[in-house]
């Protein structure tokens, strides 16, 4: 008979005996109620740089990694990579936080349609302000940037329509903006082409409940072109890399994550079990792994931190695979999980502008 509220609840439910009392590489806070993934389901991702891990790992397990944007027929494979065909479900790199996902959808399908249309670059060439890294080369000019996004949106829109399983990787809470028409930018002017004008552009830090708003605004958005869609929420564990905010990265990646956290949590509370948040980012930086799972630059994690990341994930939501062994030599580890070649990762041109 239970004495008190605790007394019978499982193990799991105690920091002792789930997390102090076992290795680190098996503490496994893996969501319970998670839907399963069948080999035939198509799954896209999207967000940071992480979901392309996940992508990977459903690959070696033999399921369906869903792309709808394709490199042209005969394009060498090298240039395919550097030109991010695959990288994600659609060609839009990396979404790094929520309000660039709702808008994505909503310029898609002719809702939304940005006053912002090219950036130039220094050498001349042109690219597209909502992704700006997609073309290493660059366009010829703006009518070319046009041209390619609206063959772009279209994959979109039938990624959206045909996709079974979606998962979604939420980054950050900063960002920029064109305060204009609310366009969200996935990296600040003048890093990766345009002229940064602090009179047309806006640093912003979303609060959890506009990160939330936006989650719950593209479900339904998702839900209403494919309502048979599930989604998977996870939130990166690796930092930022820099911040505009005057105050300590430390303490604005604090703030950041937590904030994503909060708006996952409220968004994945289990009253619609076709949406899951997955602990990817308490796996990597829980107590029990205590920082073993980081680089020497505190921030790209290792193969043993994916590794443990993708057992959990694949036990979760494909358990009869759950024994199955995750190669650890596959995860290329640099820049937030970033690919095994080409400049996948946005964020990594801040660096790159100001070195």
């Known amino acids: 008979m239970a004495t008190n509220p605790y007394s019978d609840l499982p193990a799991e439910r105690f920091w002792r005996k789930a997390v102090a009392g076992v290795p680190p590489f098996a503490v496994d806070p893996r969501p319970k109620t998670a839907f399963a993934i069948r080999r035939e389901d198509r799954v896209a991702t999207a967000g940071s740089c992480f979901a392309q891990r996940v992508a990977e790992a ?8 869903y792309v709808t944007e394709t490199a042209p027929e005969g394009t060498p494979r090298a240039e395919a990579e550097a030109r991010q065909f695959g990288t994600y479900s659609a060609r839009y790199g990396n979404i790094y936080y929520t309000r660039q996902l709702v808008q994505l959808f909503d310029r898609a399908y002719g809702t939304f349609q940005p006053e912002l249309t090219a950036w130039q670059r220094q050498d001349g060439r042109w690219v597209d302000p909502f992704r700006p890294t997609i073309e290493p080369a660059g366009f010829a000019s703006e009518a070319e940037v046009i041209a390619a996004r609206d063959v772009h949106l279209a994959q979109v829109r039938t990624l959206f329509e045909t996709l079974d399983v979606f998962v979604l990787t939420l980054g950050l809470n900063e960002g920029w903006r064109y305060p204009a028409d609310g366009a969200a930018l996935p990296l600040a002017p003048g890093v990766a082409g345009g002229v940064f004008d602090p009179a047309l552009y806006a640093c912003v830090t979303a609060g959890a409940g506009e990160i939330a708003e936006d989650l719950r605004g593209f479900l339904a958005r998702l839900r209403s072109v494919n309502p048979a869609s599930r989604v998977i929420i996870t939130v990166s564990p690796v930092p930022m890399i820099a911040t505009y905010r ?28 076709a949406t899951v948040y997955f602990p990817s980012y308490e796996i990597i930086t829980g107590s029990g792994p205590a920082g073993r799972y980081f680089n020497d630059d505190l921030r790209t994690i290792t193969d043993a931190g994916v590794g443990h990341v993708m057992r959990s994930f694949l036990g979760a939501f494909a358990p009869n695979l759950a024994g199955a062994p995750v190669g650890a030599a596959s995860y290329a580890t640099k820049a ?4 095994v070649s080409g400049v996948i990762c946005d964020e990594e041109e801040i660096e790159r502008s100001v070195a």
């Open 58 to 65: 459903l690959r070696e397990a033999g399921f369906n990694y």
């Open 246 to 273: 005057d105050r300590h990265v430390l303490e604005s990646n604090g703030y950041s994550k937590a904030v994503l956290r909060a708006a996952a949590g409220e968004v994945c509370d289990g009253a619609d079990p």
């Open 336 to 339: 937030e999980f970033a690919g």
